[in-house]
Structures are given as C-alpha cells and as structure tokens.
C-alpha cells in the first residue's frame, strides 16, 4: 500500500491541475504554483490585468509566467518510472512482485515462493544479485569473444597483406619474364608461354589456399560478431527478458571456438623465379654469352691441385707448397676463377659428374680468404693415418677404385660426419659474406641462403650451368644437359664478381 500511495502521489506531483494530464513545458506562476504553458494561457486569454491563478485565486496584476524546466525534467523521470511500474510482472500464484531468481528452475519467484516447500531446498539469490552475476559471466564471456574477433581480424589482414604481396611479386615476376624474353622474341614464344603459365598457376594455388583462409576467417568473424551483438543486446534487456535462456546463448558464446589459419607459403618457387633469358642462352645462344672461365692459381687453397691449362681442379691430402699470398685461401679448399665481372650477363658451365662435396658459385672480390689453417689437418687426417698419399697428377693412371685407389677411398669414407660438419662449418657461405653458390654436401642439394634452402632436384645434374645477370642482379643455376632451372639467388652487386669453387673430399672439377 505504501508503494501505491507513493506511486500516487508522484503522478499527482507531475500532474496539471487544469488539464488533469502530465505537465506539457510547465511555467510557474507569481504565487508558486504550476500548470501547462498552453493550459493557462488559455485561462489567461484575452485579459490585460487581474490575472487569477486557477488554484489558489490569488490575484495578479501583471502577466508572469516562468518556464519550470526542472519540473519538465521531473515529469518526464515521473512518466518512466510510472510507465515501469506500471509493466512490472508478478507471481501468477502470489501476485507479488518478483524479488528473487531460483537457480536451480532458472526462472524469477517472489518471496512466498522462496518460502514454499517447492524452493526450499533450491539456490536463490535476490534479482539483482542475479542479474549482476550473470552480467559478469556475459561480460567476461563478451571479452573472450571480442578477443578472438580480434585475432580473426588480424589474422585475416595478415593474409589479404600476403594476398597483396603475392600479387605484387607475381606481377614484378610477369614483367622480369616479359621484358627479358622480348631480348629475343624469336626464340622465346614458346618458352614464354611456359614460364608465364607457371606463374599463373602458382599464382592460383597461393591465392586459393589464401582465399579459403579468408572465407574461413570471414565465416568466424561474422559469428562472432553476430554472438558478440546476440549478447549485448541481451545485457541491455530488462531483468525479466535477460534471464530468458540467459544460459543458453552463455553456453553458446562460450563454446565458440577460434581456429587459426592455415599456414600459407607465399614464396615462388624456383621455377617462377628463374628468367627466361637462360634457357636461351642453353638452347639457342649460348655460344654469345658463354665465357672462358680459368682457375686463378694464386688464390687456390694448398689442398686444391690444378691442372696445367687450369681448367681442372682436385682435392687432395697433402698439402702443397704454394706461395703465401694475402689473395690465396689458406683455410679453406677454396679457388676463384681468372676472370671477375662488373657488368653484363656471362655464362659457364661446370662438370660436375659424380662428385659428393662441392660448392659452386660466384663470390665478391672482397670475399674474406683467411682462417685456422689447421682444420684440415688435425681434424680430417686425425680420423685415420694415411700412409699414401692420393694420386697427386693428373698424369697419372687412373687408379681402379675410385678416383684415387683404395687407400684414398678407405680414408675418406674414415672422415666421420662431425668432422666433415666441422670442415663445412669453417666455410661461411653465404650472400651475406659475398658467396652466391649452390652446393653438393653428402647427397643432399642447397643453395647456400641464410638459411639454407633445400633443394629437391629430378635429375642429378652432371654438367652445372651458371648464368650471372651482374646489371639484373641476378645468379641463376641450370642442369646443363637438360636445361632444367635449378634456383635462382637475387642480389644488388656492388664490385667485381668472380667464379667460385669449393671442393671436398677429392671431387674431380672439369670447367
């Protein structure tokens, strides 16, 4: 009763004593009292003096009239908690207001049900407290679920960036393919067509795996945001509507998982990567820019035995007496070629046949040369006494086990791998100490990157192609006899560049 009463009198309070409705711009009169700007004025219609206030008579002289704004602003708060009060549900059973939440029917009660044999036993909080404990576990809920949005979002820019990076290469590819075999249309046509479908297929496969990403992380994104709104709409209900299924769309928020993309690899393959102008330069016009490649003797490394006309190069035990030159490799089974470069594209080739260790390359002219000579020595010859040396000559009649007999084939298959590990490892080749090279190391192919690229060749190449761009910035290797792209380093060449050798283990090297 007093909650009516006081219901009562606060629409009493917000009421027009002339039109008996809620105060519509309501102004104050000189004896204080209020009514509707619209309704006095009518009162008031057509006088010039003695003005009589409609609720208390008292007389006025003059018209005074002062707009109440914070009585407008009472009525209007009078009218919401009027109209609440008004819509505020109630037991069906007991007819009173529903001030408790039953967890274990999840449903609100009044007091005399909490009070029943039928909830004695339950869990009840008041309704606020209710409402405050599933508004955290929504919220927290609703964290989690922005979280993971912003993941999706970022792991999905993360793959449109990819998408975009992949297209730019693949168009930076188009043109180095396109403008390179323009050199020479007429040998090109076919080839062109070949390396452009390569690319357009690579292209494809990248950009469906990244697509389906995306989809994937679209489909994600949009649930998620549609949970993420299902929730907040249902924080913003009143107590009534917010528990209805509050469980369920909690169960719902929190059972949504967020799964990550698929790892992509956006980078070309080699055969993508390698420019057209090689394969002429095997088929069609090798002859223009192929060169004479000759080792340079003075920076062979003493374990490296030259041929006379220093086209053969080979690995053996004992070291030899060489000068002591600040351009020789004193560490390292080193050897550079005669010739250096400083612009334009050259083209040799290397015979390889079945060598098992070896490095192949270009390398700066600053190319560092120096090291602990004793490597060699202490680690390789340490594996086991070798009472003969390896045939030393090229003069020499071939030995009928292997390249240089039995007692060189028993020592070197003595040499474990970590001390073969050991020797490769005293030899830092890569681009960025100034070696470019593809290398043989124990029947497994690299190009020398940082780190290592693996390579998975179809044929064992006997004959190695090179093909240096020095303008292009570009050092591409090709199986020789086939013509086959084996990969292809990009680079920004500053001096003079020479043909580089690595050998290992007593390959025999044909240039």
């Known amino acids: 009763m007093a909650a009516v009463s006081s219901t009562e009198n606060l629409r009493e309070e917000a009421t027009c004593s002339i039109c008996l409705d809620y105060f519509k711009d309501p102004v104050i009169s000189a004896c204080g009292h209020n009514f509707c700007c619209s309704c006095i004025t009518r009162c008031w219609e057509g006088l010039d003096a003695n003005f009589t206030c409609p609720q208390c008579r008292e007389t006025f002289q003059q018209r005074v009239l002062i707009p109440n704004r914070q009585l407008a602003n009472m009525v209007e708060i009078a009218k919401q908690l009027l109209q609440?009060?008004?819509?505020?549900?109630?037991?069906?059973?007991?007819?009173?207001?529903?001030?408790?939440?039953?967890?274990?029917?999840?449903?609100?009660?009044?007091?005399?049900?909490?009070?029943?044999?039928?909830?004695?036993?339950?869990?009840?909080?008041?309704?606020?407290?209710?409402?405050?404990?599933?508004?955290?576990?929504?919220?927290?809920?609703?964290?989690?679920?922005?979280?993971?949005?912003?993941?999706?979002?970022?792991?999905?820019?993360?793959?449109?960036?990819?998408?975009?990076?992949?297209?730019?290469?693949?168009?930076?590819?188009?043109?180095?393919?396109?403008?390179?075999?323009?050199?020479?249309?007429?040998?090109?046509?076919?080839?062109?067509?070949?390396?452009?479908?390569?690319?357009?297929?690579?292209?494809?496969?990248?950009?469906?795996?990244?697509?389906?990403?995306?989809?994937?992380?679209?489909?994600?994104?949009?649930?998620?945001?549609?949970?993420?709104?299902?929730?907040?709409?249902?924080?913003?209900?009143?107590?009534?509507?917010?528990?209805?299924?509050?469980?369920?769309?909690?169960?719902?928020?929190?059972?949504?998982?967020?799964?990550?993309?698929?790892?992509?690899?956006?980078?070309?393959?080699?055969?993508?990567?390698?420019?057209?102008?090689?394969?002429?330069?095997?088929n069609n016009i090798e002859k223009k820019l192929k060169v004479s490649v000759t080792l340079d003797s003075e920076t062979a490394n003493s374990n490296l035995f030259l041929s006379e006309n220093q086209k053969l190069a080979r690995w053996v035990t004992n070291e030899q007496a060489v000068e002591t030159i600040g351009k020789r490799f004193d560490a390292y089974p080193c050897v550079l070629g005669c010739e250096g470069f400083i612009s334009g594209k050259h083209y040799w080739a290397v015979q390889i046949g079945n060598g098992i260790n070896w490095s192949i390359g270009v390398a700066r002219e600053s190319v560092s040369r120096k090291g602990d000579a004793t490597w060699l020595r202490n680690k390789a010859l340490a594996a086991r006494k070798i009472n003969h040396a390896p045939h030393a000559c090229f003069g020499q009649p071939k030995p009928s086990a292997g390249f240089y007999g039995n007692q060189y084939e028993a020592f070197s298959n003595s040499i474990s791998p970590e001390v073969k590990a050991l020797q490769k490892k005293s030899v830092v080749e890569s681009p960025?100490?100034?070696?470019?090279?593809?290398?043989l190391s124990n029947g497994r192919y690299n190009a020398l990157t940082t780190p290592v690229t693996h390579l998975t060749l179809e044929n064992k190449p006997q004959k190695l192609g090179v093909c240096l761009d020095y303008d292009g910035g570009r050092l591409a290797f090709y199986n020789a006899d086939t013509g086959e792209p084996l990969y292809t380093f990009t680079a920004s060449f500053t001096e003079k560049i020479f043909p580089y050798f690595c050998l290992w283990d007593g390959e025999l090297m044909s240039l």
């Not at 039928?118 to 869990?123: E, G, I, M, N, Q």
């Not at 960025?432 to 290398?439: H, V």
Request: charged letters at 30%; glycine letters at 2%; a neutral charge.
């Open 432 to 439: 960025e100490r100034g070696i470019w090279a593809l290398e």
């Open 84 to 282: 609440k009060r008004g819509k505020e549900p109630v037991c069906e059973k007991h007819y009173e207001a529903l001030k408790l939440f039953c967890e274990n029917d999840q449903k609100p009660i009044c007091v005399v049900c909490g009070l029943s044999q039928d909830h004695k036993a339950h869990t009840m909080h008041p309704l606020e407290e209710a409402v405050q404990k599933y508004k955290t576990q929504l919220h927290q809920c609703l964290q989690e679920l922005r979280s993971n949005l912003e993941n999706i979002q970022m792991w999905q820019s993360s793959e449109e960036e990819k998408t975009g990076k992949v297209k730019i290469q693949v168009e930076a590819q188009r043109k180095i393919i396109t403008s390179e075999f323009e050199e020479l249309r007429q040998f090109l046509n076919e080839e062109e067509q070949v390396f452009l479908s390569s690319l357009k297929k690579e292209e494809k496969e990248i950009l469906e795996k990244l697509n389906a990403n995306i989809s994937q992380l679209k489909v994600q994104s949009s649930s998620l945001e549609q949970q993420i709104a299902e929730i907040e709409k249902k924080c913003q209900q009143p107590a009534m509507d917010f528990l209805n299924e509050v469980e369920t769309i909690l169960s719902r928020g929190r059972s949504m998982k967020c799964l990550k993309p698929k790892v992509v690899y956006c980078e070309l393959r080699k055969t993508t990567r390698g420019i057209p102008w090689q394969i002429f330069v095997l």
